[in-house]
Nanobody
Framework: VRLVESGGDSVQSGGSLRLSCVAS????????MTWFRQAPGKEREGVAA???????NYADSAKGRFTISRDNARNSLYLQMNSLNPEDTAMYYC???????????????????WGQGTQVTVSS
């Protein structure tokens, strides 16, 4: 199993970014996926999740600003982030849900494989 994120960058407050995650080594369409983030000195937190039926769930901090999507033909996961603010500064990770055919989750313990992360920095 391999997950590779990209798209992180440094942007100014109010800007937008689109993160991507390419998966390999497993049957991607069978698994729910989630974006997590971790800021320095803070716990890793779930930001946005999508399941195999394209149901989604968002952390309160992401609602109305972030959109998660997936393309099963490309084994890819995306996170469109708009209206970014300095509090969004973190390393962002994509993760695979431990059990196949499970629903959305933002709980770290529910995930078994993680990418290496992509850094998002938002300046005021």
């Amino acid at each position: 199993v391999r997950l590779v994120e990209s798209g992180g960058d440094s942007v100014q407050s109010g800007g937008s970014l689109r993160l991507s995650c390419v998966a390999s080594g497993f049957t991607y369409r069978w698994y729910s996926m989630t974006w997590f983030r971790q800021a320095p000195g803070k716990e890793r937190e779930g930001v946005a999740a999508i399941d195999i039926d394209y149901n989604t769930n968002y952390a309160d901090s992401a609602k109305g600003r972030f959109t998660i999507s997936r393309d099963n033909a490309r084994n890819s996961l995306y996170l469109q982030m708009n209206s970014l603010n300095p509090e969004d500064t973190a390393m962002y990770y994509c993760a695979r849900r431990r059990a196949a055919w499970s629903g959305v989750s933002l709980v770290r313990a529910d995930f078994d494989y993680w990418g290496q992360g992509t850094q998002v920095t938002v300046s005021s």
